[in-house]
């Protein structure tokens, strides 16, 4: 796996995802021999991915990964795609910590999805303010999704 600071060796890897959803990264880190660990807040999505990848090496639990990972660190790839901007400024913030706390030595974080400012949808639709980076939309795309955070630098 290549990076901006250089190759992964996949095989062993330790990965922990935050938010994985209904699990749409998982097959790609199984298939690179990984060892996968995700924390998930749906109940539902967790029972159903634990039956969907009984794999010995692919570790989903329900959990807020802004109170706790759950997993035991440390790994070697944090990955979030579209699940951090969905909380808010200070939790986002801890979160930041807490993967600046988990990491094995030359381990890497891998977000996705950290919407800037500059989005359309800030100064085009309705939103209620959660706090100075975040907001619920009542119109738009992103109407009916809870939680998005616009930032440039808070971390
Ligand atoms: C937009 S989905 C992204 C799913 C996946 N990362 C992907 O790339 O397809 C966001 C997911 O993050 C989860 N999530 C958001 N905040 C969370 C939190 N504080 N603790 C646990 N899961 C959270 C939601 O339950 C949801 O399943």
Not at 62 to 86: N, S
């Amino acid at each position: 796996m290549v990076t901006s600071r250089g190759i992964l060796s996949p095989v062993g890897m330790r990965v922990l995802e935050l938010g994985c959803g209904p699990g749409a990264n998982i097959p790609f880190f199984l298939s690179q021999g990984a060892d996968y660990y995700a924390a998930e807040g749906s109940e539902t999505i967790v029972v159903e991915l634990q039956k969907k990848f009984p794999d010995k090496n692919c570790h989903v639990a329900c959990a807020d990964f802004t109170k706790d990972f759950v997993w035991e660190g440390p790994f070697d790839l944090i990955v979030d795609r579209g699940a951090l901007t969905h909380n808010n400024t200070a939790d986002l913030q801890k979160v930041v910590e807490m993967i600046r706390g988990s990491f094995a030595s030359n381990g890497r974080f891998m977000g996705m999805d950290w919407f800037s400012t500059r989005h359309d949808a800030l100064a085009r639709d309705r939103s209620n303010t959660v706090d100075a980076h975040t907001r619920v939309f009542r119109e738009g795309y992103f109407d009916g999704l809870g939680n998005y955070i616009f930032q440039m630098w808070i971390i």
